[in-house]
């Protein structure tokens, strides 16, 4: 396959970025690590979801996943080729502290110590995602983020991990999208833990802000270096059509998805037309916990992958709108994420703000022992194309992030959903970089070339 890309293009698009633009590639813990219980790790939640009946679409799990743990230095070999600055990672909390409180698991600490000094080595800024969703299971078992103690554990473990790693890290992300880890697991059940109630989810929110704005409070105490931030899912939402009663609906979906998240962090208190539509499911909040969770954060991460459309009678549908879909049925519509960030910056005052996550899920085909994943490859110029539209209109963009380095454990729909821009073969595991992939390092060393 030639991989020769149009200098000019390539050039055109790197030209819309400032040098100290961050470019990275993501993954988590949970979807690409394996090694489930070795080494002395605990269980997490993920592992005891994945084991109830039709919980994950293929009946897989986590337990081998991409062998990452036991392919670090080639899995390492691999980020650097392409060329970024920066690699997100999460910390499986279960692997360093395996019952989420108390004692720490040296063999776990060990291998985040690797991952960490191999990045530096080879001149990638790690960037740490504390949870992307793994909780330790024996925390559940105490209630879970809907028991307020969990806060306190949070916290601790996030000292812990700072002192292990020093200010190694370029980057420390306190929760990687709590509207998923609250509506998807504690409302929808559909993820871990698999709960089904508004109120404890609503609840659970109200925990991972407050864990969130103690620990950068604690960490900040202790001299962390490291920039501090969140993780939020975010969409721009529009009216299916233009009723009254849509365009009701777009502000309520709006305020449940983004407000409900992006008005405490940054304006200290929640929405008040969500907080009346919760009625009685509306959290308990104690005092002094809105300014911690105004904690002013050094960077927002935003993870992005489609729009939403607002339907009151939920007649809406994708297959209809007339857009290109993922394989997760999500509409590609590029101009979403311009729309949502200067919507934010125009309703907020943004810090530092980076795309911690965007991409695709395509059917790959391998042929020839190619992947020829253009849809994907289109995919990200377009959407990098959003991001330096929106840079150019006066939102402070810091960086952008594909998701992911590697197919992977795509939770509830296991494995057949194949996100990465380096193919895995499942069976072997061998590792091949997609057509994407040498897109990506094309457009890199374009920008990188204009820096000089
Ligand atoms: C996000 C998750 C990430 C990945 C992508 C496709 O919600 O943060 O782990 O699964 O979706």
Same mark, same amino acid.
């Given at each position: ?211 969130? *704005? %103690?620990? !950068?409070?604690?960490?900040?105490? #202790?001299?962390?270096?490291?920039? $501090?931030?969140?993780? +939020?899912?975010?969409? @721009? ?84 709108? *007339? %857009?290109? !879909?993922?394989?997760?049925?999500? #509409?590609?519509?590029?101009?979403? $994420?311009?729309?949502? +960030?200067?919507?934010? @910056? ?103 070339? +204009?820096?000089?």
């Amino acid at each position: 396959m030639s991989h020769e890309f149009s200098t000019s293009s390539l050039l055109d698009l790197a030209r819309r970025f400032p040098p100290d633009f961050v470019w990275g590639v993501a993954t988590s813990a949970f979807q690409i690590e394996g090694a489930a219980q070795e080494d002395g790790k605990g269980e997490s939640i993920w592992d005891r979801f994945c084991r109830q009946p039709g919980a994950i679409a293929d009946g897989s799990n986590g337990d081998v996943a991409c062998d990452h743990v036991h392919r670090l230095e080639e899995d390492l070999d691999l980020i650097a080729a392409l060329g970024v600055s920066a690699y997100r990672f999460s910390v499986s909390w279960p692997r360093v502290q395996p019952l989420g409180s108390g004692a720490w698991n040296p063999k776990g600490l060990a291998f985040y110590d690797r991952l960490v000094d191999g990045l530096i080595q080879r001149g990638i800024k790690p960037t740490m995602t504390l949870n992307h969703w793994d909780l330790p299971q024996a925390l559940q078992d105490q209630g879970g983020w809907a028991n307020r103690d969990t806060v306190a554990h949070f916290v601790e473990y996030a000292l812990g991990m700072h002192r292990w790693l020093g200010n190694r890290v370029a980057a420390i992300t306190t929760h990687n999208e709590p509207w998923v880890i609250a509506v998807l697991g504690h409302e929808q059940g559909i993820f871990a833990p698999g709960l089904k109630s508004r109120a404890t989810a609503m609840q659970v929110t109200h925990h991972l802000l407050l864990s969130h *704005g %103690l620990a !950068l409070q604690a960490l900040r105490a #202790e001299g962390c270096r490291a920039d $501090l931030g969140i993780v +939020l899912n975010l969409s @721009h939402t529009y009216p299916a059509t233009d009723t009254p009663e849509d365009r009701a609906q777009a502000v309520l979906d709006d305020g449940c998805l983004l407000r409900w998240y992006v008005d405490p962090l940054l304006r200290g208190s929640y929405p008040e037309d969500i907080w009346a539509h919760l009625g009685a499911d509306v959290p308990q909040v104690q005092a002094g916990d809105m300014a911690a969770i105004a904690t002013p954060l050094d960077f927002l991460g935003i993870n992005n992958y489609s729009r939403h459309m607002a339907s009151a009678d939920k007649s809406f549908d994708v297959k209809k709108s *007339g %857009l290109p !879909l993922t394989e997760m049925g999500w #509409e590609i519509y590029p101009q979403g $994420l311009s729309d949502l +960030l200067l919507r934010l @910056h125009k309703d907020y005052v943004l810090p530092p703000t980076f795309i911690t996550e965007n991409g695709g899920a395509f059917a790959d085909e391998m042929r020839q022992g190619e992947i020829h994943d253009v849809d994907r490859q289109r995919y990200i110029a377009e959407h990098i194309a959003a991001v330096a539209a929106a840079l150019q209109q006066g939102v402070p963009m810091a960086g952008y992030m594909v998701w992911s380095l590697l197919d992977n454990f795509e939770w509830a729909s296991g494995y057949a959903k194949r996100f990465g821009i380096v193919h895995v073969d499942y069976s072997s595991q061998k590792r091949t970089p997609k057509l994407s992939a040498h897109w990506y390092r094309a457009f890199l060393s374009q920008w990188r070339a +204009l820096q000089t």
